[in-house]
């Protein structure tokens, strides 16, 4: 009987989804774009359909694609948890590691603790993707990701990492030209830079004064000439001296210790957004996963924030 699916194509061809197209693939597998484009003949061949529409700019997966992925992906992580199972007497995890991360925060903290998470543990591969939006919940592209504020799905494990306040801020400049704010109320007479990010409701602020019962929460409609899904070039605008910004302390703490930034209406209080590592409840068994987890809450954990 004539094999539908090899071992090898498995592997294959979850690389080949998430590279995106025939070129990007080929680089990631150290192939020629001839030879990836034989062997994806050859899998279509075995399958009897078409698992790939390929054009002259992208490549996107049929619905028999869609569902070869999803059980390529199942299988190859049962594999890989097999074996860290079988071999858990060495105690020392191995093997490839998905990682997800924001932009701005995946540059500045989760890539630098990766290159000392694989120096420890030199014996697992990371592959680190950041972007500006969280992939979906039910995407198994990624085995970690490294995102802000708990998810509302118990389908998923989401850890706690490290504690993440926003902050309003602005540079001295904007601040002696424009005056300072008393009130959240006043903030609807500034100029408000904004960062359309995630899930979240653009151009509203939340902000929270007093204590026990005098406490209050206010939503404000901010305006602003300055608009961006970036939050690196949003702070960027803001030492520009363009506005007041809502932002991490985590990626302003540097320049408010400057004296770059300074801090807006210190006594109100915005939403948090702690810092989470989320990932699919059938991987609390990986060795590589669970010893990833640990270490970059202790990597979060030595930042003085």
């Given at each position: 009987?004539?094999?539908?699916?090899?071992?090898?194509?498995?592997?294959?061809?979850?690389?080949?989804?998430?590279?995106?197209?025939?070129?990007?693939?080929?680089?990631?597998?150290?192939?020629?774009?001839?030879?990836?484009?034989?062997?994806?003949?050859?899998?279509?061949?075995?399958?009897?359909?078409?698992?790939?529409?390929r054009t002259t700019r992208r490549m996107m997966l049929t619905p028999e694609g869609e569902l070869y992925l999803e059980h390529a992906r199942r299988i190859?992580?049962?594999?890989?948890?097999?074996?860290?199972?079988?071999?858990?007497?060495?105690?020392?995890?191995?093997?490839?590691?998905?990682?997800?991360?924001?932009?701005?925060?995946?540059?500045?903290?989760?890539?630098?603790?990766?290159?000392?998470?694989?120096?420890?543990?030199?014996?697992?591969?990371?592959?680190?993707?950041?972007?500006?939006?969280?992939?979906?919940?039910?995407?198994?592209?990624?085995?970690?990701?490294?995102?802000?504020?708990?998810?509302?799905?118990t389908r998923v494990v989401a850890r706690r990492l490290a504690p993440n306040r926003r902050l309003l801020c602005a540079a001295p400049s904007y601040i002696a030209r424009r005056g300072m704010p008393a009130t959240p109320h006043d903030l609807?007479?500034?100029?408000?830079?904004?960062?359309?990010?995630?899930?979240?409701?653009?151009?509203?602020?939340?902000?929270?004064?007093?204590?026990?019962?005098?406490?209050?929460?206010?939503?404000?409609?901010?305006?602003?000439?300055?608009?961006?899904?970036?939050?690196?070039?949003?702070?960027?605008?803001?030492?520009?001296?363009?506005?007041?910004?809502?932002?991490?302390?985590?990626?302003?703490?540097?320049?408010?210790?400057?004296?770059?930034?300074?801090?807006?209406?210190?006594?109100?209080?915005?939403?948090?957004?702690?810092?989470?590592?989320?990932?699919?409840?059938?991987?609390?068994?990986?060795?590589?996963?669970?010893?990833?987890?640990?270490?970059?809450?202790?990597?979060?954990?030595?930042?003085?924030?």
């Amino acid at each position: 009987m004539k094999d539908t699916v090899l071992p090898s194509d498995l592997s294959f061809f979850s690389i080949l989804a998430v590279s995106g197209s025939l070129s990007a693939a080929a680089r990631e597998l150290g192939l020629t774009a001839a030879a990836v484009s034989k062997h994806l003949t050859q899998m279509e061949s075995r399958a009897g359909v078409p698992l790939v529409n390929r054009t002259t700019r992208r490549m996107m997966l049929t619905p028999e694609g869609e569902l070869y992925l999803e059980h390529a992906r199942r299988i190859l992580d049962e594999i890989s948890e097999l074996s860290e199972l079988l071999g858990s007497a060495k105690k020392r995890p191995e093997g490839l590691l998905r990682v997800n991360a924001t932009l701005g925060f995946g540059r500045s903290h989760v890539a630098p603790a990766i290159s000392r998470f694989v120096a420890t543990y030199p014996q697992v591969s990371v592959q680190l993707q950041l972007s500006v939006m969280p992939p979906p919940l039910t995407d198994d592209s990624f085995d970690v990701c490294i995102r802000f504020g708990e998810p509302p799905d118990t389908r998923v494990v989401a850890r706690r990492l490290a504690p993440n306040r926003r902050l309003l801020c602005a540079a001295p400049s904007y601040i002696a030209r424009r005056g300072m704010p008393a009130t959240p109320h006043d903030l609807g007479k500034h100029n408000c830079i904004g960062i359309r990010q995630g899930d979240e409701a653009y151009g509203v602020w939340r902000l929270t004064t007093g204590n026990a019962a005098a406490r209050k929460t206010e939503t404000v409609k901010i305006r602003g000439s300055l608009t961006t899904n970036d939050g690196e070039i949003a702070v960027k605008w803001a030492l520009d001296g363009h506005g007041i910004l809502m932002r991490a302390e985590w990626d302003i703490k540097q320049y408010l210790q400057e004296g770059k930034l300074v801090q807006v209406l210190p006594n109100c209080e915005t939403p948090n957004a702690d810092i989470f590592a989320v990932y699919s409840q059938r991987h609390q068994m990986s060795n590589r996963i669970r010893a990833f987890v640990d270490f970059i809450a202790g990597e979060l954990g030595r930042v003085e924030i």
